[in-house]
């Protein structure tokens, strides 16, 4: 692996994480790919599909939990190509889309477990105005989409993005 950290500022500007948060994530992301790992295996090895257990075969460009996990982080906070990240990672762009993907689940389920995700879906108004007591202030991200102007006069006035010609 070619991305070498030097110390804890250099850490936190390539995965958004200290030191010590990363360990703690570590430890964690380790019991859950295990936990994944094992579970793919059962339920391959009914089918008939596995031929090793899981550990066994070719180590890859990722062989340790800890590069694994750099991995992610580092994909996460610069957003590099698949063509850098491969680059970076001593591995194939098509290698670095499927790690990636491989990987994101087990990323994902770590941060549940850790109870830092936060929630993405609400059944009620009630549950979102729950998440959101004692803040004081939300900011939405969002995208204007166009669409098919009004021909009404009254509803192209009510409707009109401020853009110059836009409806959205």
Do not use: C
């Not at 380790?30 to 009914?46: E, H, L, P, V």
């Not at 477990?113 to 879906?121: A, D, G, Q, T």
């Not at 004081?136 to 192209?156: A, F, G, H, K, M």
């Amino acid at each position: 692996m070619s991305l070498q950290i030097r110390d804890d500022r250099h850490m936190r500007a390539l995965t958004g994480v200290s030191e010590t948060q990363f360990e703690i994530l570590l430890e964690v992301f380790f019991m859950t790919y295990t936990k994944m790992q094992w579970q793919a295996y059962q339920d391959g090895s009914a089918a008939g599909v596995r031929q090793r257990r899981p550990g066994g075969g070719r180590k890859g460009a990722l062989p340790t939990m800890r590069d694994k996990l750099l991995f992610l982080l580092y994909y996460f906070k610069v957003y590099p190509t698949f063509d850098v990240l491969g680059t970076q990672f001593n591995m194939a762009r098509s290698k670095a889309n499927e790690n990636l993907y491989k990987l994101v689940p087990v990323l994902y389920q770590t941060l549940v477990h850790l109870e830092v995700m936060p929630p993405r879906e609400f059944a009620t108004p009630d549950d979102l105005l729950e998440a959101l007591a004692g803040m004081d202030t939300i900011l939405i991200d969002v995208t204007e989409r166009s669409y098919r102007r009004p021909q009404d006069n009254q509803e192209q006035r009510e409707h009109y993005s401020g853009k110059k010609k836009t409806h959205a």
